[in-house]
């Protein structure tokens, strides 16, 4: 019986040359050679010489430059690269570098541009003074809105951009806490709440997805006070409310913030006063002071707007609480400027 190569189906009793030597075993597309240590060092080597060549051109100071992390570098290099598409050097408006800074100062807060998917295009330089961290440290955070917000607030600002995007042109607010330094937390005592303000805009003709881009203005709404304030009472008003937000009694200080007599307040629904959009979240902070029962006083806080009666809007930062005696709620509502 004549046994073939399973390599050359040739007799092996006529070539036994074909099969491979013991020890050297053939490569195969699944199994490539390893790499030597050399030729992985030579290819760091020439990774890193680029990282470097790219941190050198970013426009930073040599300080900031020094304390990039390649990672660092390449997330700056990234937003610099989404902004020179919506922003081409040519279009630069003819001010000089002193002048953008100072008319950067006199706004109330920082310029924000993203892309249609949350990536973070453009940060104003002055947002050092509101968050305390320099646009360098706040990209440390990541490359998206949502890496610089509180997590909390990631579904309903997401929310607000898709409607933003389906209606360009459109306004759209929404307040979240943002990151800020460790020395801003430590004097304040947490992180900055925002106001975002913005709307999709085309940058470039003609309008496309690659050409637009989410533009707002970014700027810092009053803190809740600790419980011990006295100077901050006048900017207060509480309410009581059945367990479905039907008021039951509101202090006569509402009259100052919102315009209503107590009267006329007395009997409706909380909700018949909020702005649409906030309604999920307040529905959201309702919810879970309502589900509460027997886990104690539990009290939420959320950033909504209630209508004046004026017909205009009040910003106002909600402590929601539960009294689990009377099975009521109390809201402790601070008008935010």
Same mark, same amino acid.
């Given at each position: 019986m004549t046994i073939f190569c399973s390599h050359c189906h040739r007799p092996l009793q006529a070539?036994?040359? %074909?099969?491979?030597?013991?020890?050297?075993?053939?490569?195969?597309?699944?199994?490539?050679?390893?790499?030597?240590? +050399?030729?992985?060092?030579?290819?760091?080597?020439?990774?890193?010489?680029e990282l470097q060549a790219l941190r050198s051109l970013l426009p930073i100071s040599a300080r900031e430059k020094e304390r990039l992390s390649y990672l660092h570098t390449m997330a700056l290099v990234c937003l610099r690269l989404? +902004?020179?598409?919506?922003?081409?050097?040519?279009?630069?408006?003819? *001010? +000089?570098?002193d002048l953008g800074i100072e008319l950067l100062s006199l706004l109330p807060g920082f310029l924000l541009v993203l892309a249609a998917n949350g990536k973070l295009i453009y940060i104003s330089e002055n947002v050092a003074q509101v968050l305390g961290l320099s646009m360098v440290? *706040?990209?440390?955070?990541?490359? $998206?809105?949502?890496?610089?917000?509180?997590?909390?607030?990631?579904?309903?600002?997401?929310?607000? *951009? *898709?409607?933003a995007q389906e209606e360009p042109g459109m306004e759209v607010t929404f307040v979240s806490k943002m990151h800020t330094s460790k020395a801003?937390?430590?004097?304040?005592?947490?992180?900055?709440?925002?106001?975002v303000r913005g709307r999709f805009t085309a940058l470039r003709w003609p309008a496309s997805p690659s050409t637009t881009?989410?533009?707002?203005? %970014? $700027?810092?709404? $009053?803190?809740?006070?600790?419980g011990g304030d006295a100077d901050s009472q006048d900017h207060l008003f509480q309410s009581t409310h059945m367990l479905d937000m039907t008021f039951i009694d509101v202090t006569e200080s509402v009259t100052y913030h919102l315009g209503y007599r107590r009267e006329e307040l007395v009997g409706e629904s909380w909700y018949s006063l909020l702005h649409p959009e906030d309604a999920d979240l307040a529905a959201t902070q309702h919810r879970a002071v309502g589900e509460s029962f027997g886990a104690g006083a539990a009290a939420e806080t959320a950033v909504l707007r209630l209508q004046r009666r004026d017909r205009t809007w009040a910003w106002l930062g909600?402590?929601?609480q539960r009294d689990r005696r009377d099975h009521s709620i109390t809201c402790t509502s601070r008008c935010l400027r």
């Open positions: 070539e036994m040359s %074909c099969l491979p030597r013991r020890g050297k075993r053939a490569p195969s597309a699944s199994k490539p050679f390893r790499s030597t240590k +050399g030729a992985s060092k030579a290819r760091r080597d020439q990774i890193n010489a989404r +902004g020179a598409q919506l922003f081409p050097p040519d279009w630069a408006p003819p *001010l +000089g570098p440290e *706040l990209l440390a955070q990541g490359d $998206t809105v949502y890496d610089i917000l509180d997590g909390r607030a990631h579904e309903e600002v997401q929310k607000k *951009l *898709l409607l801003f937390r430590l004097q304040h005592g947490g992180d900055r709440a925002m106001a881009a989410f533009l707002a203005l %970014c $700027t810092p709404v $009053t803190r809740l006070p600790a909600v402590l929601a």
